[in-house]
């Protein structure tokens, strides 16, 4: 084997630690990779965890004992936290995503890894203390949002559907009221997808009125779930009573004013 400099041996450690969120990495699994010794690589990790905590990355926790080792937890700082969502509060905020009927254009933004990358670690800084199992959204378009928590977490992704598929087998249906439309729609959840007893952190786009997020609730309760925490990407200012009491929203949405060409959307801080 190559002898590999101490520099290069960071920046991969680096490299692969940041990859796998949460995954936790034995010292003899680099041991073998990189033929250092087990003290030397516990070195590199000092390095490395000063480095992401001086910069606000995150940090790099070590698990001892027979089954130890270490894993890259995503915990950007308050000021880094604060400075993505007030960048993206001024992005939405352009007149040019007012849509008729008074909406707000934010599929670009969706979609946009990177965006939702700092926003699902942001969500896991958030709801780091609820120590969830698996993390929730409904399709479609909070699945970027729900993926990016779900890898910052280091956890299972579960998608709820509007409506059962026959390839994922017996399912659990739930009728449920929009909150703002107030349309009775249907959401199915896979039987197997969630264990009883799971706890269940549920992650979505937007939230008018609640009534999706109160759905995912009341279907993960039906298979014995329970949903200890709810993040949502955005909220609106009105109705100010939810459906769901308890939730967390990155972004508040004051107004949009269709005829004044004005939207006034802030970041919760």
Known sequence: MTKVRRVERVVALSKMLMDMPGYLFSLGHFSSLFGAAKSTLSE???TIKQSMQEF???TVETVSGASGGVRYVPCPSEERMNTMLTQLAKQLSDPERIIPGGFLYMSDILFMPDLMMQAGEI???RFSHLAPDFIMTVETKGIPLAFATARAFGLPLVIVRQGSKVTEGPSVSINYVTGSTKRIQTMSLPRRAL???SKVL???????AGGTALGMIDLANEVGAQVVGTGVLIATNEPEKKLVEDYLALLMLHDVGQHTKTIDIR???
């Open 267 to 269: 970041p919760v801080l």
């Open 44 to 46: 590199d990790m000092v």
């Open 123 to 125: 969500f896991r800084a």
């Open 202 to 208: 549920v992650i979505d786009d937007f939230m008018k």
């Open 195 to 197: 264990a009883a007893g």
């Open 56 to 58: 606000g990355l995150g």
